[in-house]
């Protein structure tokens, strides 16, 4: 399957998903589709049949609340059966809301508490470089968590010890929960803001596959700094009605609305 196929797969996922569950954050999931689509198609080196394997990329993803879109990657990769998706949700299912690693394979860390991921990714990368080992690790961050100053901590830790290995994608789509994030708490200068921590940084569309493909498997080995990657993406990317819109932060797909976006979403992947 291609990245443009898994992508797409994604996002119809997430607003069956959230559909069915009557769930939140569409509009998160549609906003990283395409970076998860590149990691798990692409990037990462990993190993469905042995989610446990030792040599494994690690990926987080921090803004948890979008974990509809992880599972999504996963079932489509071959980690647990797509059926069980439709049971995102529901009064004892596994695939909570915001993502669990509980019983689920593939899913290194239970996130949802924002500002939570990068530290645990830095002590993951550290740990990497103490033991020799070349495996890579990632973490999804989204622009509101930015606000978390243990991001901003961890981030001093991980060029301090040279954490190379590390890198971090930043969905910057623009939006928190209930605002922009200009209103919110304005992050610009946001790249010289990395930098200035001892990051090296690439700005990329979000949405431009081969560009992300590029950036997210640069070899760690050729620095010293860890990588952030800002990728500007929109949120709700692929449903018209949904894209640059607080509403479907917390806004489930239901009626009209949900046969609407399933109908864009075939327009879009003609598009593609």
Not at 36 to 55: D, F, M, T
Not at 203 to 227: I, K, T, W
């Amino acid at each position: 399957m291609n990245t443009h196929d898994l992508a797409l797969r994604i996002r119809r996922h997430a607003v069956r998903m959230t559909h069915l569950g009557k769930s939140s954050h569409v509009a998160a999931v549609l906003s990283m589709a395409d970076i998860i689509a590149v990691l798990y198609g692409q990037v990462l080196n990993k190993l469905p049949s042995e989610p446990k394997w030792p040599e494994r990329d690690r990926f987080i993803l921090s803004k948890g609340h979008a974990g509809a879109g992880i599972y999504a990657a996963l079932a489509e990769t071959g980690y647990f059966s797509v059926d069980e998706l439709e049971t995102h949700y529901a009064n004892g299912s596994r695939l909570s809301g915001h993502v669990s690693h509980r019983g689920i394979p593939g899913v290194e860390l239970s996130t949802g508490s924002l500002g939570h991921g990068l530290p645990v990714a830095v002590g993951m990368a550290f740990a990497a470089k103490l033991d020799s080992k070349r495996y890579r690790v990632y973490v999804l961050v989204g622009d509101g968590e930015c606000d978390e100053g243990s991001n901003w901590e961890a981030a001093l830790f991980a060029s301090h010890h040279k954490l190379s290995n590390l890198i971090a994608i930043v969905d910057y789509n623009k939006l928190q929960s209930l605002a922009t994030v200009e209103e919110t708490l304005r992050l610009e200068p946001f790249s010289a803001k990395w930098k200035s921590f001892g990051w090296d940084v690439i700005e990329v569309d979000g949405h431009e596959h081969e560009a992300l493909g590029e950036v997210l498997n640069l070899d760690p080995s050729n620095g010293e700094r860890p990588l952030c990657v800002v990728a500007h993406t929109v949120k709700g990317k692929g449903v018209s009605f949904m894209e640059n819109s607080v509403l479907w932060h917390y806004r489930s797909p239901q009626g009209e609305e949900y046969e609407m976006a399933l109908e864009e979403l075939g327009r879009f992947a003609d598009e593609r």
